[in-house]
């Protein structure tokens, strides 16, 4: 059963820390207990989306920039 990381405020969801830069995790990668998967931006201000689990392959199933609702689901690990 896969593994689920969720958006914890609604917003927009970014990958990646500015335009030009690399995201934050790639699609594929594995993932630790507190990485930054992405940042979650509400009036201005940006929030970390950690890890909460650690696993491998992770699928984001949202794409940079979109909108997101509280409790949307961000990613799948293995």
């Given at each position: 059963m896969a593994k689920e990381i969720?958006?914890?405020l609604p917003g927009?969801?970014?990958r990646k820390p500015s335009?030009?830069?690399a995201p934050f995790v790639e699609d594929g990668a594995s993932v630790a207990v507190g990485d930054v998967i992405g940042l979650v931006e509400v009036m201005k201000s940006?929030?970390?989306v950690k890890a909460e689990i650690a696993g491998?392959?992770?699928a984001f199933k949202i794409e940079n920039e979109d909108a997101v609702t509280a409790g949307a689901l961000l990613a799948?690990?293995?």
């Amino acid at each position: 059963m896969a593994k689920e990381i969720r958006s914890p405020l609604p917003g927009t969801f970014y990958r990646k820390p500015s335009p030009e830069a690399a995201p934050f995790v790639e699609d594929g990668a594995s993932v630790a207990v507190g990485d930054v998967i992405g940042l979650v931006e509400v009036m201005k201000s940006f929030h970390e989306v950690k890890a909460e689990i650690a696993g491998a392959n992770i699928a984001f199933k949202i794409e940079n920039e979109d909108a997101v609702t509280a409790g949307a689901l961000l990613a799948e690990l293995e």
